[in-house]
């Protein structure tokens, strides 16, 4: 048996492969990521956006209850009644008036908190709840909640900063980039169930550098064929990341069609309109994949628009769960690009479907190596932001962010 | 009509089982509409798709990018199908709903049930007056898929 190599500390070039394999690192997680100081995706407000309007959801392996009450304000509580510990809500979302546990319908409001015990009194004089039960001492975790351009936080953790902070002010700029003053319309939901551990997508999901290496379709197709320029921002904590590449100015619109269809490669686009996209926002930025410490993602590429939201399943399962967006203002002409541009994404995407695989290569690949360090060395050894995308700095970041969160 | 989609539901399942990928855009009409969802996104009307295309060509750049550009570990389908439940149309045109299991084969030689579901069709003719799809929507009864969804279904 090879031992489990020490971690060097303070490292963010190497990595354990350890760190993706035990129940012991998964359960430490548990509790001092997803239950801990981190700020975590719930939904989208468009998604509850009525009183009354609610959806569950997880947060690591916290079953969580996202609702908004009767004067529209919002709030998350773990999806565990008080008295047996069942689930309170069992659909993925609804609109109801309060929550009743199936078990022995005890009765919950909107903020999570108990209203009712059924036969609290007993029948007939007899059983009962002793005359010293007080319904206000048992109610589920509540979890703190903040929100921005539309976009559902949760933490457990009072030591969480607020929301902004945690953000930083550079990611707070792109997330309002994408999403500020417009209403967003969900266009579909997928899971794509992934064969590893969880942080081998959030890694993947920071890590420019494979961006031109594994995916293969715009290379092919030469979409990719004029100078690209781009960067990539980190976190002043590491954990989350900003990359995004732009076409230069001047070669938009028509002009970088033309480009395409002088293409000297053997393999054109036989129905070229799924990259003729309009200008959402006016900067040439063709890609924006923005990160949030440490399961969140906000993605844009081209029009596509989507969140991805990371659960662990176990220590190699995770499930990724895709909402596709639209906005309401969209013209029938936009939406209908939005709809073509996803097959960009998702589990048969394009530029994605290879993401789906490859954290299982690593989880297979690295099965016997315990003893063994990855490397993350592109670019250097700090996690900072750069002028260039071939670099793994955002990855270094969330790893600066994991040993802060886990003390590993 | 009704022996005609049986024989062409066969044969569909026969293309993309056999590996024959690139004969798979022949069943569709050049302005067909396809679609891969799941029960969840077809019941609450979101229009959104893993797969999505309003054209055969973009079925046939699907074929070429899977051929030639994307990566991703070597596997098959062996594709069930269950009896069509076909309506006929007023214009000529037939509505058509087919359940199917679709297993994957793994390159390590593993077989697992990979998707259930079922095809929401619309048949109609080419100039020639040949069976094709107007419309397929693939609407696949879980909402998870696993790893990736390659070939098509």
Redesign the interface.
């Known amino acids: 048996m090879p031992l489990d190599i020490a971690w060097p500390p303070g490292s963010l070039h190497q990595v354990p492969y350890w760190v993706f394999q035990r129940d012991d690192v998964l359960a430490k997680e548990q509790a001092a990521v997803f239950r801990g100081a981190c700020w975590h995706y719930l939904c989208l407000e468009a998604e509850i956006a009525n009183p009354g309007d609610y959806r569950t959801t997880h947060v690591g392996n916290l079953p969580v209850v996202v609702a908004r009450d009767a004067e529209g304000a919002l709030h998350a509580f773990e999806n565990r009644c008080a008295h047996r510990g069942a689930l309170i809500a069992l659909e993925?979302g609804g609109n109801t008036k309060d929550f009743t546990c199936v078990y022995h319908a005890w009765r919950y409001d909107m903020t999570g908190t108990l209203k009712g015990v059924a036969f609290r009194n007993g029948i007939a004089g007899k059983g009962g709840m002793p005359k010293d039960f007080k319904l206000d001492e048992h109610c589920p975790r509540k979890l703190r909640v903040a929100t921005i351009c539309g976009l559902v936080f949760g933490t457990l953790s009072d030591a969480t900063p607020p929301l902004e902070d945690y953000l930083g002010p550079e990611i707070v700029t792109r997330i309002r980039r994408v999403l500020n003053g417009r209403t967003p319309e969900?266009?579909?939901?997928?899971?794509?169930?992934?064969?590893n551990n969880w942080k081998l997508y959030t890694e993947n999901v920071r890590d420019s550098y494979h961006a031109s290496l594994?995916h293969?379709?715009f290379?092919?197709?030469e979409v990719n064929r004029l100078t690209q320029k781009g960067g990539l921002i980190v976190s002043e904590s590491g954990g989350n990341h900003v990359s995004w590449s732009a076409i230069e100015a001047g070669a938009a619109g028509a002009e970088y069609a033309q480009q395409q269809i002088r293409s000297d490669s053997d393999?054109r686009?036989?129905?070229p309109?799924?990259l003729h996209g309009f200008q959402e926002f006016g900067d040439n930025i063709t890609l924006q994949i923005l990160s949030v410490f440490p399961t969140f993602v906000l993605q844009q590429i081209q029009n596509c628009i989507a969140v991805r939201q990371v659960v662990p399943r176990g220590v190699a399962q995770t499930?990724l769960h895709w909402t596709?967006l639209g906005f309401a203002e969209d013209t029938p002409e936009q939406?209908?690009m939005?709809?073509?541009q996803?097959?960009l994404v998702?589990?048969?995407g394009?530029v994605s479907?290879?993401d789906?695989?490859v954290g299982?290569?690593v989880q297979r690949g690295a099965a016997a190596a315990q003893d063994q360090l990855a490397v993350l060395e592109m670019g250097g050894h700090a996690a900072e932001s750069s002028d260039t995308r071939a670099t793994e700095a955002s990855v270094r970041g969330f790893w600066k962010a994991y040993r802060t969160a886990t003390g590993y | 009509m009704l022996n005609e989609i049986h024989g062409f539901q066969a044969a569909y399942a026969r293309c993309i089982d056999d590996d024959r990928l690139e004969g798979w855009p022949e069943y569709f009409l050049p302005n067909a509409h396809y679609r891969v969802t799941t029960v969840d996104n077809h019941r609450r009307g979101l229009p959104a798709g893993l797969i999505w295309a309003n054209s055969r060509a973009m079925l046939v750049d699907r074929i070429t990018a899977l051929r030639e550009a994307n990566i991703y570990e070597r596997h098959s389908y062996r594709h069930l199908l269950g009896l069509p439940f076909v309506e006929p149309q007023a214009d000529g045109t037939a509505r058509a709903e087919t359940p199917f299991m679709v297993a994957r084969i793994m390159r390590d030689g593993g077989t697992e049930l990979f998707v259930t579901g079922r095809y929401l069709d619309v048949f109609a003719r080419d100039e020639a007056g040949a069976l094709k799809l107007l419309e397929r929507v693939v609407v696949c009864d879980s909402s998870r898929i696993d790893t990736l969804l390659a070939i098509p279904l």
């Open positions: 993925d969900v266009l579909g939901r997928f899971t794509q169930a992934l064969p594994l293969l379709f290379t092919t197709f393999f686009l036989a129905d309109s799924l499930d596709y939406r209908l939005r709809l073509k996803c097959n998702g589990a048969a394009f479907m290879e789906g695989c299982g290569f």
